[in-house]
């Protein structure tokens, strides 16, 4: 059974970081691209951050540009949101995905968890 579990949200002052945790079960975690999206209330899923599966390259949203940082570890199936010098508008729902391209439309989804920053 495929399983994406997040942690490490919620409730942050402006300014101050997170790190998000996404653990991977039930599929060969080291073969799959894994993205980080984000849902603001009413909005589509955005794209925050993705990673290849070797971890050899990475891309971002121009919005977390410099602040932050996707990883993942394939020995533990997890791959981290490192969120430093966070804003206000960087609180939604966050959401882990896997797929053996970084389609969207494809693959599997963690659950999503809630990052807030506000003082």
């Known amino acids: 059974q495929v399983q994406l579990v997040e942690s490490g949200g919620g409730l942050v002052q402006p300014g101050g970081s997170l790190r998000l945790s996404c653990a991977a079960s039930?599929?060969?975690?080291?073969?799959?691209?894994m993205t980080w999206y984000r849902q603001f209330p009413g909005k589509e899923r955005e794209l925050v951050a993705r990673i290849t599966n070797t971890g050899g390259s990475t891309n971002y949203a121009d919005s977390v540009k410099g602040r932050f940082t996707i990883s993942r570890d394939n020995a533990r199936n997890t791959v981290y949101l490192q969120m430093n010098s966070l804003k206000p508008e960087d609180t939604a729902v966050y959401y882990c995905?896997?797929?053996?391209?970084?389609?969207?439309?494809?693959?599997?989804w963690g659950q999503g968890i809630q990052v807030t920053v506000s003082l």
């Open positions: 995905h896997a797929d053996l391209l970084g389609n969207w439309r494809r693959g599997y």
């Open positions: 039930g599929f060969t975690f080291s073969l799959y691209v």
